[in-house]
């Protein structure tokens, strides 16, 4: 299926209408609003989920900014998860130009997964998508308490995962049945799918992978994009590994950004030119490969 039809099929997901982007009260419902026309400058803060629980949840949130505050307005959320031994922060070359764009990152330091954690555990990623979950109900409620400098701001009713190498499969396995829907889209870089995953409603996923990856073969990766039940995109980098492509200034980096972005875009602002720049965002001979596969 070409690209119009994959727009014209999404777009039957999204809030029609746009409004300005001004302020809003926290709480209230957030009007759908245009894409930012220009960038931001980014502001970075952290703060913990659940600190004396048995699972505290670190999170480091970029966003868009105006001086020392939030831009004005609300902006849609993107959860991103980090992959094993890593930390948030190591993916800022990708995240904060997403911010740049528009949108709120939120990236959690998982328990078990994380660089430095106490008690490393591989098998913990099972328990990771409802982190992720958690995160979004705690962004729920800054959203809504006045005090907090992020209130006001979020627009939770759009809301993407996305993810590297193990944050991969936990943005898989966020996608399953029975999930709300202001989970709007999925980015899985170097990932897979999970037991449960896209059997839930129809979302829009962007699979990003090597080629050449050894530790995450691509051959799983396309098993969970043939496994979607929404429109679906793959972006092949040809040749390479586990991520090399995700740090600016390598080959592939700007081809997985600008897919990155205007995949968001699109899914997330409802932005259909967005969604029709995606296979030139994507392609560049030798480097790149960008397929795309319609809902079952």
């Known amino acids: 299926m070409g690209i119009k039809r994959l727009v014209a099929v999404l777009m039957t997901t999204l809030l029609?209408?746009?409004?300005?982007?001004?302020?809003?009260?926290?709480?209230?419902?957030?009007?759908?609003?245009?894409?930012?026309?220009?960038?931001?400058?980014?502001?970075?803060?952290?703060?913990?989920?659940?600190?004396?629980?048995?699972?505290?949840?670190?999170?480091?949130?970029?966003?868009?900014?105006?001086?020392?505050?939030?831009?004005?307005?609300?902006?849609?959320?993107?959860?991103?998860?980090?992959?094993?031994?890593?930390?948030?922060?190591?993916?800022?070359?990708?995240?904060?130009?997403?911010?740049?764009?528009?949108?709120?990152?939120?990236?959690?330091?998982?328990?078990?997964?994380?660089?430095?954690?106490?008690?490393?555990?591989r098998a913990d990623v099972r328990h990771q998508p409802a982190d992720g979950w958690r995160l979004i109900r705690h962004l729920t409620r800054l959203d809504a308490r006045a005090a907090d400098p992020l209130a006001g701001h979020l627009d939770v009713t759009r809301v993407a995962a996305a993810g590297h190498s193990a944050g991969g499969f936990t943005t898989a396995?966020?996608?399953?049945?029975?999930?709300?829907?202001?989970?709007?889209?999925?980015?899985?870089?170097?990932?897979?799918?999970?037991?449960?995953?896209?059997?839930?409603?129809?979302?829009?996923?962007?699979?990003?992978?090597?080629?050449?990856?050894?530790?995450?073969?691509?051959?799983?990766?396309?098993?969970?994009?043939?496994?979607?039940?929404g429109p679906t995109a793959f972006l092949s980098l040809l040749g390479q590994g586990h991520g090399e492509y995700l740090t600016p200034g390598l080959p592939g980096f700007d081809q997985v950004l600008a897919t990155t972005t205007d995949f968001l875009r699109w899914t997330l602002y409802g932005d259909p030119a967005a969604g029709r720049r995606l296979p030139g965002d994507a392609r560049r001979p030798g480097v790149t490969l960008y397929e795309t596969r319609p809902a079952p």
């Open 16 to 121: 029609a209408g746009c409004a300005p982007a001004g302020a809003a009260a926290p709480g209230t419902p957030p009007p759908a609003r245009p894409a930012p026309a220009a960038a931001y400058t980014v502001g970075v803060r952290t703060f913990t989920v659940d600190p004396t629980s048995a699972r505290p949840l670190p999170v480091t949130v970029w966003y868009p900014a105006e001086g020392d505050a939030v831009a004005a307005g609300r902006f849609p959320v993107v959860v991103y998860s980090h992959g094993l031994h890593s930390l948030p922060e190591l993916h800022a070359g990708l995240t904060a130009r997403w911010a740049a764009a528009g949108f709120v990152v939120a990236a959690p330091a998982y328990p078990h997964t994380r660089r430095g954690a106490a008690r490393f555990s």
């Open 173 to 229: 396995g966020m996608f399953t049945s029975g999930r709300s829907g202001r989970l709007r889209a999925g980015i899985v870089i170097a990932g897979g799918g999970t037991a449960g995953s896209f059997a839930g409603p129809a979302a829009p996923l962007l699979f990003v992978h090597g080629t050449a990856d050894k530790i995450v073969p691509v051959t799983v990766g396309r098993a969970a994009y043939q496994r979607t039940t």
